[in-house]
């Protein structure tokens, strides 16, 4: 009973301040209001209007491209960094805190200087693909571009906090393990491969399961760098919902599209959670 | 073969674990001076003299200028306030419930558990419109607290996690003996747990702090007037009306920086995040 007391202030604050809004928002979903008038009663209209909007298809593509790039990037390279500030070394936790920076700084403030050393054809790294003989590179207004420089600034957003997970799951493999490989003959790949993963599995799943959410959810790395264009190629479902909603004024299509993609990222997080429960990983 | 190509290195760092030691620091300082390299331009383009003016090569006069001229000190000030308030009430609501996600076992704590799951897989869009309205009818929007009362939604889930794993640590005999004695369970959470629970604690305000110190949607569409506006708004839109004057724009991104860099450089042996896995996939 006190457990349940104890659990109480959040369970009040999550029901008026999560809950509420999302029922609310699953009611405008059915209606083609605007801002402040629920409108008439439409039925699905606004999630076939989404589903039948090719633009919509292109930015599920993006979100599906920009998350892929966010959840194994940015694991790939924290997983790089953790692997590299494992063993002892001087100035190994400075290097440690120093390399959490890009997660701390805001991203107001990082994504201004992206945009100073990419946006113009006299930033710095548009003028250095010159001098190495890329050409005229246009880092965010070609389409192409866009997205790959959006990735790439989303990768370095990210990897921080792939680096936090993966290095505690590294701290947790008992050192005796490794000694015991090396007796048997094992080199340092086959340790990576018969070892590490296996034992960081659990802690790898988890985290890529969070970072699909956060970056399928993620609105300010986007809409700071490119505002979604050139030409859309860089909107994903986030950015083309607060765009229904904000400059389109249409809440009705804007929370259909949210919703479609929630739906989409619960049924496939619940998917992942059973694996990693069945396949009963360390 | 593969023997040798693995005990070879090791022998050489055997012989010289100190010269073994320095080409690891060096190699991680070249590797952590290319990321850092954004943040490395901020500071750069900060000592940049402003736009028409006479002074040449590196100066802090924009800051000055800043101070002087922008509305930059409000902004602190606005930032400041929604981020600490937001930060102590997340974690004065998550504690408990924290707390309860550790030990509580059974179908009702199972629910909780999932509700803060799909709770938090919404994003901030879907929320903003409803409580828009809902603000509107109570005098909340364009007010700071209404957007540190989003703050807090939006760290509650993490947090709750956090405090839970951190609780998870925390041997439940202790309690136990607590209970026995005669002690309550709410008195054996605040005066057991909690007491011990300071690395939790700060780790979870450091979470919350920070989500709400760079949040940049939820000002964006809840605060209007520029009396209120927090840092985020009022960078950005300083930024879109200096373009090109990087000095006065970067020194102000520096001031944005600074806090949050500051706060997680002094208690940064108190934060980690890797224990919500656990307490993610635990149920």
Redesign the interface.
Known sequence: M??????L???V??AV??????V??GI?ALHDGD??NLGNFVGLANFRDALTDPLFWRSARFTVVFSLCGVFGSWLLGFA?AL??K??????SV?K??????W???????S???N??TATPDS?LPVLARDFGFGRVMFLADPTMAMITVCLFKI?IS?P?MM??M???LEGIEPNLYEAA?VD????R?QLRYIVLPMTA??T???W??MA?FS??D??TI??LTGGGPVDSTTSL?VL??RS??QDFR?GY??AI??L??GA??TL?IIL?RQ??KANIA | MTTSAATAPRTAAALDPRRAGLGRTFAAAIVTLVMLGPILAVFWLALRPRLYTDITGPTLETFGYIFANTDILLWLKNSAMVSILATIVSVMVAAPAGYVLSRGRGGAVSAYSLFIFVVQSFPVVVFVIPLFIMFASVGLVDSLGGVAIIYVASSIAVACWMMSAYFDTIPVTLEEAAWIDGCSVFGGFVRIVLRNSLPGVLSTAIYSFLLAWNDYLVALVFLRSDDRFTLPIGLQTFFQQNQTDWGPVMACAVVMLAPPVVIFALLNRFFSIGGIGGSLAGR
């Open positions: 006190t457990l349940a007391g104890l659990a202030p959040a369970v604050l999550m301040v999560n809950a509420y809004p999302v609310y928002a405008q801002l402040l960094l590299m500030l063993p002892n070394f001087p100035g190994k290097f805190i120093l390399l959490l920076l890009p701390i700084v805001p991203i107001v403030v990082s201004m200087s992206w100073w050393l710095l370095w990897y906090f936090m997970m290095s505690g799951a090396r003959g094992a080199n340092s086959q659990r802690s799943y988890i985290a399961i969070l959410m399928v959810n609105f300010a809409y700071l986030i919902a607060y909603v904000f809440p804007g929370v949210s919703f993609m929630t990222l619960v997080s959670f990693i429960r």
